[in-house]
């Protein structure tokens, strides 16, 4: 099926190389010339694990172009809107400026017949603010939510735990053929309203969202019981009602979506009069920000009580591992907070250092590992990449530096082993 993609970031780039891997001809189509430069050569402008094989080759097959002229959406039969949703620069709503600006560039292109599929994520009540503009020209509107997780987003975007289509079913039946090897496979495919698959996502991450600032509230608790939260987890989680996923305590999420989508629901839910139904989302994220605090709260512990001119090695920039990532990012944060107390912060991150250093210029940025290590008095762990939490022994650590203070932002690390070693390991709800 011939498919455009308005909007090549983090979401609709996979989309369009992944439409293109299972059989479609896509064009992606972005504002931003360089971007678009990137994606025409195959290459991913951004870290993605899976991302450039399947670009190269869809490129390579003639099936997946990038253009920054919205013209060559012409001749589509299904038009993914997949344009960033941020939060506002003075409130917590989402601006639709680019859901507005694409639908708007589209219009002119679209053929009666045509379906448009919004992919981004956006408050409830969008999709039928934007449907008569789209019924003019002929088309359908339907709402088509993505669950993908950054670091396995090509993975969950041709094998999705389930597919959700908001609109009509005759629209519906056509993604249906969209996403044929995962419908052939039996893949759950849900047909709601529009209203409903629009608050589908939000719900979904508000969920998640709740999940980790439950655990992470445990944590505050056991801090102050000598509870370990991990054990905790571990506990409450093989309750099957409960599950274990998401019950990581730590700093906390970050990312593109859950910090900004919990925010922009709770504006919605005010502008609907119903702010009291989602008001615990305020909770979970002052909960999630105090994570934040009290990592730094225990570097200054670990090194005595003050933290000025001390070296300080923050192990991962990015939101979470397997992501260049640093949109809201709790490491990158921590890092910013403890150079603010005057230490001396050298950050390091497989992925993300370029990123960050666009971002925050003032810290200082090492990308070997051991050499970002070598003579810091404590070490941070703020992004579980494989490198920092399985591959970094104690041991060798000790070589690196004479410090002997290490930070456990993510409780990935063994406590036993480190204090094994000499170090004084300090982690989030854990003794
Ligand atoms: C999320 C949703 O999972 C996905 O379905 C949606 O489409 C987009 O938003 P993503 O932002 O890629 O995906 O990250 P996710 O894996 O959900 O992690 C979000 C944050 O929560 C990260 O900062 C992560 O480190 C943190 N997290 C996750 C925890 O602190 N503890 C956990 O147990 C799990």
Redesign the pocket.
Known sequence: MRLSVIGCGYLGAVHAAAMASIGHEVVGIDVDPRKIDALSRGEAPFFEPGLPEILSAGVASGRLRFTTDIAEALGAKVHFIGVGTPQQKDGYAADLTYVNAAVDALLPYLSPGDIVAGKSTVPVGTAASLTPRIDAAGATLVWNP??????WAVQDTIDPDRLVVGGSADAADVLREVYHPAVAKGTPFLVTDLATAELV?VA??AF?ATK?SF?NAMAEIAEVTGADVTQLAEAIGHDDRIGR??????????????PK?IRAFSARAEELGRGESVAFLREVDEINLRRRERAVQLVIEGLGGQVFEKKITVLGAA??PY?DDIRDS?ALDVAVRLHGLGARVVVTDPEAIANAQRVHPQLTYVADRDEAIADADAIILVTEWDEYRRELAPEHASTLTHGRVVIDGRNGLDPAAWRAAGWTYLGMGRP
């Open positions: 993505e669950f993908l997780r950054e670091g996502k979904a991450n998640l980790i655990i996923k998401f019950l990581g305590a730590g700093i906390g999420f970050g990312g593109g979506c859950l989508d939101f979470k992501s709790p």
